[in-house]
T-cell receptor, first 116, second 112 residues
Framework: GAGVSQSPSNKVTEKGKDVELRCDPI?????LYWYRQSLGQGLEFLIY????????KSGLPSDRFSAERTGGSVSTLTIQRTQQEDSAVYLC??????????????FGPGTRLTVL | GQQVMQIPQYQHVQEGEDFTTYCNSS?????IQWYKQRPGGHPVFLIQ???SGEVKKQKRLTFQFGEAKKNSSLHITATQTTDVGTYFC????????????WGLGTSLAVNP
């Protein structure tokens, strides 16, 4: 079946502009995660959605970052007034979200954001 | 706070040599997951270990989960150029097993 998809694959924007990044998780996955990865670095957790629960926003670096998930499926990460330090690959992942042990995360290909 | 640490950060090996990366958690984990990210790619799930002392093998890869469930290792026998990439370990956050705490990864380079 289809995996996690993200769009756009690449986004170049000017400093101060707003950007929207989209994630389509695997159908039936109730958990959705956004991560940020700078060149050669590890994964920085941003936000986590689980079903209809309030999202865990503890990783968002500033109030310029926000995310929503509509209908428990598609998610949009919005960055307002982009800064050069926002340049990174933004990865989305989804998982079954069950309470059991097996909750491997399936990642999308990422969106490479470049802020000029 | 809860942390997962990986060593080494980087490793260069000659093709055919063995490679090991270690993962250490500040807290006891209910399970640990390993992912591989190829250069330019995204993380891909490799395996999950659940039991204390568990050992699992995938061809040339051997994964171990420590007896205390606070550490884990990934060993690759006779590395190949296809093993190049960054290997991440991740464990569930205390109180929420759906959210993972990630190590910073070990980047493996293999010289042909």
């Amino acid at each position: 079946g289809a995996g996690v998809s993200q769009s756009p694959s690449n986004k170049v924007t000017e400093k101060g502009k707003d950007v929207e990044l989209r994630c389509d998780p695997i159908s039936g996955h109730t958990a959705l995660y956004w991560y940020r990865q700078s060149l050669g670095q590890g994964l920085e957790f941003l936000i986590y959605f689980q079903g209809n629960s309030a999202p865990d926003k503890s990783g968002l670096p500033s109030d310029r970052f926000s995310a929503e998930r509509t209908g428990g499926s598609v998610s949009t990460l919005t960055i307002q007034r982009t800064q050069q330090e926002d340049s990174a690959v933004y990865l989305c992942a989804s998982s079954l979200g069950t309470s059991g042990f097996y909750n491997e995360q399936f990642f999308g290909p990422g969106t490479r954001l470049t802020v000029l | 706070g809860q942390q997962v640490m990986q060593i080494p950060q980087y490793q260069h090996v000659q093709e055919g040599e063995d490679f090991t990366t270690y993962c250490n958690s500040s807290t006891t984990l209910s399970n640990i997951q390993w992912y591989k990210q190829r250069p330019g790619g995204h993380p891909v799930f490799l395996i999950q270990l659940v039991k204390s002392g568990e050992v699992k093998k995938q061809k040339r890869l051997t994964f171990q989960f420590g007896e205390a469930k606070k550490n884990s290792s990934l060993h690759i026998t006779a590395t190949q150029t296809t093993d190049v990439g960054t290997y991440f370990c991740a464990g569930p956050r205390a109180g929420n097993n759906r959210k993972l705490i990630w190590g910073l990864g070990t980047s493996l380079a293999v010289n042909p």
